[in-house]
């Protein structure tokens, strides 16, 4: 299984190379690569329905726990399949639909990374090797949003939606990693076993809140919903592969995924089912005043996520039949609605349904395509998938163990249902009925490449209408299973159910979504009047927000980076100060040992004034000879105290530095104006305060460290060493050459630099043009 | 500060500086010294040859410009640091002749380590005083 | 004389950082150097001052007989004596090629403002 997950990169990144191959005729070979995985997971189909699942474990880093953990049970098998199915109609179709595009190869690389990226999330086994790929498909959404990087709007589009992905991916890990503190174990199946601890822990509550935010996040639920009609930006086969099909889907995978682990709370339950009720109702009746035809299917999307968290949150065994019945026709006629909304604007150039009208008589196939997935997204009886998924909403709505809730639930679904049966036929049946206006009359047929996939997936969806016991048996019952966590027996699925509730319902829900259909009738106007609401929609709300932090950090920046140095140096140095001082201040009073002391002579105290005199003199002197000449006094007085203490080494070498020192400062400085003072009077006393207190608080540190013992092990060590196994009798030297070589080597490797330096900084000599 | 009286002082200055400076980087091992004060006292004696006789005269003397040195320093402190691989022992394992020699007593890998420390200070306070002298006699001339 | 060397480092860092909160560039740099040398003067106090004993063990001993002045301070003082020379000398140069170009030792010349290019 590593390897199907690893194919898709490693063409990914075969693309780099042999981009310009593949935008010839060779481009057919792309297609193959999602067909051949379709293939190898259509082959683990009797496996897998059978009730076993196949696992496969490589290390990677073991030491942190992650490691290369797959496992393929019903649901990643329903979801595998969605995947490579989809993923090779999108590629075949996507083959004509950008033909002869600049970044044609590099289209297809984000595909394949992405399509790599869904198959890990869904196959991975260990939670942190999910969340990998969890972020993959972000960052590979992303690049598709913005794949019209010469467009604005996309470019916009596009950080919102990594923006609101990423922050949920940031809560998602958190979560993740809380997961495996409390189980000790980041292993999916390992974590059910310990349901009861994680259920009953104190974190429980923030656990499942960030692991909602993530899920919400990437499945676009309210109130997070919004960056879901603008990743619409995106080539028409993106919208319908990532935004549709697949990708917005992976929360509800998560959600459905980590079901049998946390999902046994009334905490979960609610939180799922108020969430997905409130998106599925505000989305559904937001697609009704949509004009342009991917704005409308991208709200019906989001109310159908909706739909999907809700049945999560129901819970009951119908529900989790629901949802794999569901996510299967959902993804089959969305996907088609989109690819065929992309044909109309492939050729059309618009997608306005307002505009568009009697296209149903140059483009039949497409015709016939957008009318069954039109037919199965309203749940047309008897023949459509999408007919089984609506009656198992309903079935898991009506058998909701709380009487109560029962009529409150399922009328939250009709009413939701209603407006997808509406959005459905809005976007896959109105651009093809009625005259066809002049402008359009020109259009012709597409490519087959372009049309007959959209027509395939419709026709599948008719298939599983009319077998719905085979994609029971094979497909949704091991994904229902594999939610619920355990395995209860299942009905078939069945078109037919006999006239009960249910299917009274579904009429019901059709026929009111035809009325709602036909009395509809959006226009540019009832759009604005809603867009007028927008002030308070989430999405302002968030990008309000964000909007003030900006404004907020640059108003910050403003404040403290006004562009001086000094100014820098002051707050560092005042921070520094307020720091060691809280230090000096906890760690209590200084004991000092006055017997440790050594008596001072006299020469050295007249060495330490002249050098206070020197040092009186570099702060002061307005001469920049005297401050040269006075900073070599001072190197030579500390030369002198080295003497006094017993450091012969450093004191030739700091002897012999300091005479350098002054004839490289003589050698450049002498060149210089002399200082100037721009300062006032004010300001040189707050420094002097400043700086005075620097010294003060440096002083006590270095007393207080002073008073304390310290370790001699290692200059002991040293001394006990140096002639014995270095055969050195001056340790300084020896520990210099030999005990820390490897340093003085860098440090040499550093001196060497320092010089690279200064001769080329010399060398470079700047054109006339060059200064300013 | 062209003075003959510093000319010719520096005449016999400069080679005596050197032995000295090489003294010190010889004794560093057992007495204070070392290749850092012996490349600084060696940097000293050239610098002040290029006091009194111009920089000019100095890089004559010098031949090749002091920044060659810094390479061939570097280069024999890393020999002294991977020679012990080739005898199976870890790098920067002190090697030494089993033998004294005369006037400079034991030698092993460390002393050549500190001779690339030696030449590599030289190269380096040379190129950095060398290169900015010249600037400033070519900033005069213009 | 630990007292006073600690009044002396105190005193060193106050001049230092008196001197990098000035504007002038030079006095930038000096100020730097005074804190290097406040800096080694620290670490050579920290590890204990002894008089007259250099950590060189004796011509006839393998051993140190006697206490011995703390060799670790005094390679890594010897080590930033060096490394300062290096950075005054990179800085001394970097100033150098500014006051060449903008003609100034104020550090408030190098500001040229980003509005301008804007």
Known sequence: MLLTVLSGLIFSCLIVPFGKILKTKWSIILPIVPFLLFAFFAAQIPLVSSGNSLYQHIDWVSSLGINFDFKLDGLSLLFSLLITGIGTAIFVYALSYLKGHRYFDRFFGYLLLFMSAMLGVVLSDNILLLFIFWELTSISSFFLIGFNNDNADSRKSAITALTITGLGGFFLLAALILLGNISGTFIISELVQSKEVILNHPLYPLLILFIFIGAFTKSAQFPFHFWLPGAMKAPTPVSAYLHSATMVKAGIYLLARFTPILGDSELWHYSLMIVGGITMLYASIHSLFRIDLKSILAYSTIAALGILTFLIGVGTQEAMVAVAVFILAHALYKAVLFLVTGIIDHETGTRDITVLRGLGRVLLPVTIASIIAAASSAGLPFVTFGFIGKDLIYEATLHYPNMEWIWILTGIAIVTNVGIVAAGLMAGVKPFLGKLPQQFEKIHLPPFSMWLPPLLLSALSIVFGLLPWWAGNYLTGSAANAIHGSSFPQENLAIWHGPNLVFLLSIVTLVLGVIVYLVNKPSLSKLQAVEKLNNISPQSIITGCANSFLRLSDWITGLSHNGYLRSYHLKIILFAEGLLAYKLWKSGPIVLDFDQLTRPDLYEIAVVLVLLGALFIVVSTASRLTAVVSMSVIGYCTCLIFVFYSAPDLAMTQFTIDTLSTVLFVLVLYRLPSFINFASKKILYRDAAVSIGFGLILSLVALRVWSEPIAKDISDFYGENAYILAKGKNVVNVILVDFRGIDTMFETVVLSIAALGVYSLIRLRLKPTEKE | MRSPILQSATKYLLPILLLFSFFLLLRGHYYPGGGFVGGLVASIAFVLHSFSNGTEATMRLLKRKPLSLIPVGLGISVMSVTLPLLFGLPPMTGLWFEQPIPVIGMIGSSLFFDLGVYLVVIGVVLTILFTISLDNNLDEKK | ?118
């Not at chain 3, 105190?10 to 002038?24: D, K």
């Not at chain 3, 206490?67 to 005054?88: E, G, H, N």
């Open chain 3, 1 to 118: 004389m630990e007292l006073i060397l600690i009044i002396l480092l105190g005193l060193l860092y106050a001049a230092g950082v008196y001197l990098i909160l000035r504007r002038s560039m030079v006095k930038l740099l000096l100020g730097i150097m005074l804190l290097g040398s406040g800096t080694n003067i620290l670490i050579f106090l920290l590890g204990g001052i002894v008089k007259g004993k250099p950590p060189v063990i004796d011509e006839d001993a393998k051993l140190f007989q006697d206490i011995f002045a703390d060799p670790i301070p005094q390679s890594l003082i010897l080590t930033a004596i060096v490394i300062s020379f290096a950075l005054t000398a990179f800085a001394i140069v970097l100033l150098k090629r500014v006051y060449a170009l903008v003609n100034s030792d104020d550090l408030d010349d190098l500001n040229t403002p980003e509005e301008e290019d804007i």
